[in-house]
């Protein structure tokens, strides 16, 4: 079994949503996703960098998050 961890995908479900360059095409998470599974991963970042911007949040303080504008609003 593989655990995917999706980012941004441009669907018709976020056609409403801005789209920024973390965003990835349909086709390409499925190719991504294909190759993970074929490979046997146990866990798979679909695009790859999503493990690096994920990790960043993980290790962030959250009286830094409670500084940035956009993410303060919870």
């Known amino acids: 079994?593989?655990?995917?961890?999706?980012g941004p995908v441009d669907?018709?479900?976020t056609?409403?949503?801005?789209?920024?360059?973390?965003?990835?095409s349909a086709a390409r998470v499925a190719r991504l996703i294909v190759r993970?599974?074929?490979g046997g991963a146990?866990?798979?970042f679909?695009?790859?960098?999503?493990?690096?911007?994920?990790?960043?949040v993980r290790n962030t303080p959250e009286?830094?998050?409670q500084?940035?504008?956009?993410l303060s609003r919870r």
């Open 11 to 13: 669907t018709p479900m």
């Open 46 to 56: 679909v695009p790859g960098y999503w493990r690096w911007i994920m990790w960043g």
């Open 1 to 6: 079994m593989t655990t995917l961890k999706l």
């Open 67 to 70: 500084r940035i504008g956009a």
């Open 15 to 24: 056609a409403t949503h801005a789209k920024n360059a973390l965003f990835s």
């Open 42 to 44: 146990k866990e798979a």
């Open 36 to 38: 993970a599974i074929d």
């Open 63 to 65: 009286a830094l998050f």
